[in-house]
């Protein structure tokens, strides 16, 4: 339980360096992958028990999801970001159950912070 606290303390608190280097890895995500874990991210970022991201990351992931560019490298990054804030343990646990591309970016998101 402590562990989970101290990662959404982290994700609450992470800085614009942390978030540029895991948006850096999300740049070369493959298509395939996107299809994977987007959507998934995509439900736990709207079913987070902390409610709606009600915030300009919440209104980027709508606009996103609306013009059906929500499996894209942005989306994917927006969506990291929003995972990190509302579930950070979800967020784990959906890039390490995807395929070994998105196990590896769970690994390198979990450096950075």
């Given at each position: 339980?402590?562990h989970?606290?101290?990662?959404?303390?982290?994700?609450?608190?992470?800085?614009?360096?942390?978030?540029?280097?895991?948006?850096?890895f999300?740049?070369?995500?493959?298509?395939?992958?996107l299809?994977?874990?987007?959507?998934?991210?995509?439900?736990?970022?709207?079913?987070?028990?902390?409610?709606?991201?009600?915030?300009?990351?919440?209104?980027?992931?709508?606009?996103?999801?609306?013009?059906?560019?929500?499996?894209?490298?942005?989306?994917?990054?927006?969506?990291?970001?929003?995972?990190?804030?509302?579930?950070?343990?979800?967020?784990?646990?959906?890039?390490?159950?995807?395929?070994?591309?998105a196990q590896?970016?769970?690994?390198?998101?979990?450096?950075?912070?």
């Amino acid at each position: 339980m402590e562990h989970i606290q101290k990662m959404e303390e982290e994700a609450e608190g992470i800085t614009d360096a942390q978030r540029a280097q895991i948006y850096e890895f999300a740049r070369g995500t493959s298509k395939e992958t996107l299809e994977e874990v987007c959507p998934a991210l995509l439900r736990l970022a709207l079913e987070s028990e902390k409610g709606v991201l009600k915030n300009q990351l919440g209104n980027v992931i709508f606009h996103l999801q609306k013009t059906e560019r929500i499996e894209t490298v942005i989306g994917l990054q927006k969506l990291i970001d929003a995972a990190l804030i509302v579930a950070p343990e979800e967020l784990y646990k959906i890039l390490e159950s995807a395929d070994e591309e998105a196990q590896e970016l769970a690994k390198k998101v979990k450096g950075v912070l």
